[in-house]
């Protein structure tokens, strides 16, 4: 595992050394100011608007992040053949793949705790109730459906014969991975039966990104996102889930020819 | 100098270069069968798309054969173990412009578990080995393509390996950088190291190697000593001089092979042919000709065995 870790820190170092992710910095700032300024305008819809947005703009935050990370990645090892040196050192190819993944995620949650933490004392200094425990929590389930999404792009990269194919399917994959529910939902009311069958089959293969979203949670004032089922169940989904889909990758980055 | 470190049996390699819907498969590697022998500096030739770094890749394991086996110091090329002896260098090696020589250096030697203690020591040692002290700490995207490949062989000495598998070490670099590459390869060879590199440059082959393998079309044709070779093939001399065209037939009833390329009439003939050459040419060209080249008795052998496989082709 040491190696793992070693290629995850250097990913991390090298991703944060990258011009693209500073756009990427700027941006989430910019949105972290105007969740402050909407939390300005002080009425309780608003403020509960500003914690909407700032749940969002650390979704955002950390699907771009991911994204990004693996794009970069992707693009030095089938363009610029990096991986042509590091694969012959002594590790594992499930290392660097590993590796990687972790690499991204770690970038993308110093991104989201940079936000959070910025968010805080924007709202700490105008004295403004944004920031507690539950939107903690419900930002601690957004990152652990970004490390999911850095699986499934960590997935398609593998299997995606080029970068911007690999880019597109994660994306379908994570705007699809909202909508899981309205797929059953469809499903319903779909009278064909091969129809209703395939989109059954969509269901259950795709990544359900609507689990670590608690606004809704959030929403109703008072109401504890640590009740019932609710969290532990999506944490166990995205290690079963995102380590399914790391194994079938590696399967895959095993064989291939470099 | 008898225990083999590499060894090829029967490899072949197939691309796919084809669509999904359109798949098609070019063979890059033909039934190839050699060994590496322990302390020896091997030098592959061929032609562009002759199968050299689809071999180096199969030798390293980023690329999997086909038909065949392949074991690298006695293991499969995937096995950790093996490559933690091997040093490879990639052709034109890329690393990522914003980190500098020492960090990318300190990164694969950490995958190497160097001790950490010691580690940035024999970074800085390997740097000023392949002549990059100046620069060890600035962005690698301020480096020549030449310096890119000095960092690429400073990875591959960082470990001390016990063999070294080199694709195109002199691409990139200008001559003074290629005879510091040529004094490199020369002084692992004298601690004891073997090496097996790819290469264009058939003078630099015949300068270092104790042996030669020759690859045309995927197919390993040829492998010998490099002073069998010399011993069995003479070197050439192209003379060359301005003419017309229907000078063609009277340079056709000669005995050396002539072409004509731009105006200038090329005749390649036996360097020990040289002086009945010149006297043969001199009425035609209306003066003596110029020598435009000398040929290696390498280069000679090369071609030989490029138009033998042509012709069973």
Sequence with gaps: MLETWIIASNVFRQLLRNRILVVLTLCALG?????AFLGDLGQEAELRLARDFGLLALEWVGFFTVLLCHVV??????????????????????????????????LMLMNQAGMLVLLALLAWWRGLPIVDSDLVVAAAYLAAGGALFSAVTAFFS????????????????????????????????????????????????TPNFSLFNLKENLDQSGANVFLGGVFFWPLAYAACYG???LSLALWRYERKDF | MDEDVLAFEGVSKRYRTGDFWRPLKAQAMRQVSFSLRKGEVFGLVGLNGAGKSTLMKTAVGLLHPDEGTVRLLGSDPRDRRARRRLGYLPELPYFPGYLSAVEVLVYYGQLHRLPRAALKRRVLDVLAQVGLEQAAFDPIRRYSKG????VGLAQTLLHDPELLLLDEPMSGLDPLGMKEMRDIILAQRAAGKTIFFNSHGLAEVERIC???????RGRLVLVDSVPALVSRHQSTVTLGFEGPEDLGPRLAALPWPSALENRLWRVQAPHQDLG????????????APSVLSVGSPLETAF???LAQEDAHA
């Design chain 2, 147 to 150: 310096m890119q490949q000095r």
């Design chain 2, 303 to 305: 071609l030989q065995a």
């Design chain 1, 73 to 106: 990645l992707l693009f030095e090892e089938s363009e610029l053949k990096t991986y042509s040196i590091l694969l012959v050192k002594p590790v594992e190819r499930w290392h660097v793949l590993l590796g990687r993944t972790v690499g991204a995620v770690l």
């Design chain 1, 158 to 205: 593998v299997l995606a014969s080029s970068v911007p194919a690999a880019a597109m399917f994660s994306t379908f994959a994570f705007g699809l991975g909202h909508f899981t529910t309205n797929l059953l939902e469809w499903v319903e009311h779909l009278d064909n039966p091969v129809l209703a069958a395939a989109v059954k089959v969509l269901y259950w293969i």
């Design chain 2, 210 to 216: 104790d042996r030669v393998g020759m690859m045309h």
């Design chain 2, 276 to 287: 009945a050459a010149i006297r043969a040419l001199e009425p035609l060209a209306g003066k």
């Design chain 1, 243 to 245: 380590a399914l889909l």
């Design chain 1, 31 to 35: 949105m972290v100011g105007v969740v």
